[in-house]
C-alpha cells in the first residue's frame, strides 16, 4: 500500500529543534518530571535523551527544559511555560498537516 | 526566525522509497540520462546514487528507473513511464504541503 507521510521540523535560524520524536521526548518528561523515566519510556538512552535536550535548548529562542543532570534519579526534569506552549503549538501545526495528508492518500495515485 | 517545514516520505508497505532527495536525483537522471552525471551535479558519490535508485526500484510497485551499470560513462539511466507518473504526482503533493506549509508559517506563534 502506497502512503504519504509528512514529517514536521521546527526550525529556528535554520536548525531544527523539534520534530515529532522530540515532541514524544517533551511529553514524557512533563508526565514523568523526570528525563530517566521519560527516556526509558521511549526506549533511548539517557545520554541520548540529554543530547536532544540539551539540542533543544540550545537551539531554542528560549529554553524548553529546565534540567539537573545526575543524582540518584536521573536527576529531575520539567517542561517550562515556554515549552508548554510550542508543544501545542505543535500539536496545532500537526493536526492540520495530518488532515491534509490524509485527504492526500485518498486521493493519491500511485 | 522560527520556520516550519514538511519533509514529504512516500512509502510502500510502511517503507519509504521516495523523499524530496530522491525526487531531485530523479529529475537529474531525467536531465542527463546518466546516473554518473546525475549524482556528480548532487554532490554525491556515483556508489551512492545507485543505492539509491537500487533502494528506489526494490522498494516502489513499479520499476522508475531503468538503469546499466558501468561502461565508459557509468552506464545509461533513464526514467520509465511510471516514474515520470510518480515524480508528475510527487511534484502535486509538493504543491499542496507547501502551501500549507507557508501559511502555517505565517501563523505561527512560537
Known sequence: MIEVECRIHIKNDGR??????????LN????????????????ISYQH??????????????PVVNSQRGGLHGGGATITEYGLQI???YNIIENTINKITKQIN????F
Chains 1, 2 share one sequence.
Open 106 to 109: 485518498v486521493e493519491i495515485n
Open 28 to 43: 514524557e518528561i512533563q508526565a514523568n518530571g523526570s528525563l530517566k523515566q521519560a527516556s526509558k519510556n521511549l526506549n
Open 16 to 25: 531544527n529543534f523539534l520534530d515529532s520524536f522530540k515532541i514524544k521526548l
Open 87 to 89: 508543544i501545542d503549538e
Open 49 to 62: 535523551a540529554w543530547k536532544l535536550i540539551e539540542e533543544i535548548n540550545r537551539v531554542a529562542p528560549k
